[in-house]
Structures are given as C-alpha cells and as structure tokens.
T-cell receptor, first 110, second 112 residues
Framework: SQTIHQWPATLVQPVGSPLSLECTVE??????LYWYRQAAGRGLQLLFY??????ISSEVPQNLSASRPQDRQFILSSKKLLLSDSGFYLC?????????FGPGTRLTVL | GESVGLHLPTLSVQEGDNSIINCAYS??????FIWYKQESGKGPQFIID?????DKRQGQRVTVLLNKTVKHLSLQIAATQPGDSAVYFC???????????FGKGTTLSVSS
C-alpha cells in the first residue's frame, strides 16, 4: 500500500532563517506530487506541483521554492523565512486525479 | 477564473441526524470532484469522489450529488456521529487536470 511521510511534524523558526521540509512517498511510481499551505482556519492553497523528477510548477509567486531530486521525494525550501510563511504545510501525491495527503508540518515563524 | 466555494462555513447537527454540506463551483468544464475530511492537526482525508458523467455516488454512510446545471456539489452524511466532526472541503480538478482547487471548508460539529 502507498504511504506518504512528511517531516518534521512541527517546526519553529526565526524570521530570516532557511527552511527545508521533506516529503517522501512509498508504494507508488511516478506520482504527481504537491505542496499546499493552509493558514489557520482557512482552505488549502496550492504552492507547487510536480509531474516528474526535476519538473516543478509554481502556482503562487513567493519566497518559497520546491525541488524533486528523486521520483518519490519532494522538498519545500526557503532561503529566508517571513512571518507570513507560518502555516500548516501539506504534501500530497496523486496518480489518477485523486490526491492523498501526508500528515503535515506545522511551521511557526517568529 | 476557476474557484470552488462552500455555502456555509459552519454546520451544527445532532448525533443521528443526516448532514448536508454544500459546495458551488464556477468552472462548467470541470469533470472531477472530491470531498475531503480534515480533522484538527491532520492532513485532509479522501472521502468520496465523483466524475461529471454521474450525478450521484454512494459510499459508506456518505453520498455525493452533482448538479451540473447549477454547478452544485453536495455531501450527505447519514446518521451523523461525533467522529464526523471535522472540516469538510470540496475540491475540483483544474482545467489542465494537474491540480485540485479547494474550497474554503465547512466545519461540521456534531453534538451528542
């Protein structure tokens, strides 16, 4: 069966510090991968999606970036965090439209 | 542009009642929709999906209805239980077929 992992589960970072969130998927090949952000009490905002290794599409211009170094690995990064980057970050994978979400990373930028 | 929304931000029901959560979408060309349930502090969980060639689909205690004429989607939960308390999101596959567009969510509260 397929599983998706995200780490860390929670993270507190100072403004201006770098960020690296990792997502890995097991049990499937060549999935589409997604990064979403969810502010408190709000819906999900699509940040990036990837249909293959090295292929990244950005949905919202901002100080975040994403990379897909391996088929089942998706990384969300920032060189300098802003206060507004706080939120719940969710990774998801899909093969035929239906998306499955990871457990999320709660990021607090102070 | 593409957008998906929900009619009500909150819904409160009694245990055992049936719940109906509504969603309106704007893209008449959309052909795939999903309902997700998100419990506090967790990622969204797939509940049920429907394609545009159907107007109704049933799962275990849940039914999704699609009315393409008025671009309306609803999720019906039968015999609602306290464990159904969560935020429910509808989502629509974008025109390119590459990503889902999520609505803002409805918070369902079930009281015993």
């Amino acid at each position: 069966s397929q599983t998706i992992h995200q780490w860390p589960a929670t993270l507190v970072q100072p403004v201006g510090s770098p960020l690296s969130l990792e997502c890995t998927v097991e049990g499937t090949s060549n999935p589409n991968l997604y990064w979403y952000r969810q502010a408190a009490g709000r819906g999900l905002q699509l940040l990036f999606y990837s249909v293959g290794i090295g292929q990244i599409s950005s949905e919202v211009p901002q100080n975040l970036s994403a990379s897909r170094p391996q088929d089942r690995q998706f990384i969300l990064s920032s060189k300098k965090l802003l206060l507004s980057d706080s939120g719940f970050y969710l990774c998801a994978w899909s093969v035929r439209g239906e998306q499955f979400f990871g457990p999320g990373t709660r990021l607090t930028v102070l | 542009g593409e957008s998906v929304g929900l009619h009500l931000p909150t819904l409160s029901v009694q245990e055992g009642d049936n719940s109906i959560i509504n969603c309106a979408y704007s893209n008449s060309a959309s052909d795939y929709f999903i309902w997700y349930k998100q419990e506090s502090g967790k990622g969204p969980q797939f509940i049920i999906d429907i394609r545009s060639n159907m107007d109704k689909r049933q799962g275990q205690r849940v039914t999704v209805l699609l009315n393409k004429t008025v671009k309306h989607l609803s999720l019906q939960i039968a015999a609602t239980q306290p464990g159904d308390s969560a935020v429910y999101f509808c989502a629509e596959l974008n025109q390119a077929g590459t990503a889902l567009i999520f609505g803002k969510g409805t918070t369902l509260s079930v009281s015993s």
